[in-house]
């Protein structure tokens, strides 16, 4: 059995304020018993919080294989899901869906300067990258992001208070490796 994941991606996080908006998402979920604030293991080569005692209570059923925990990144990342692997990017005005963008061009652009926009191709607006929502929830361009491990469905309400607590918008992503 593989190892699932679901991450919650800061899309409004600035490359500069990722590691103190991080620390402070780390700080709240230790205060509220979700994490410990040991890293025992690894995930991909990041350090993973181990569960606390209220681990289960922000979930809706643990997977039963590999470890659970949390990891923080704070680099400019483009968050894949590998659940839904062919939705398109939605516009977030129009909602049109816009296939045929140069999306390796401007992930580039973003990954070497922290921002790129696309136009869409309805409304014509250009729409900054991170702000594009995609169907099946397959993308995520962020600086900051959380990736929770085995935790297979984190209960909603918990997903949302992350965006209270970083007072910026989020998406998530989820896969299986
Ligand atoms: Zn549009």
Redesign the pocket.
Known sequence: MGDCFQTIADIDATAEEAGALGARVVTWLVTEGIVRAERRYEMLGRPVYSPGPRWDDVTEWTNEGGCDGLAVITDPTVFRGSLGSDGSAV?P????RATAAPWPEAAEIWHRTGTAELP?P????M?PLPEWTWEGDRFAFAHLGFEIWNAARPRPEFVAEFGRVLGHRIRTVAGKL
Do not use: K, L, P, Q
């Open positions: 516009c005005h129009c909602s049109a869409c309805v409304c014509d607006r729409v």
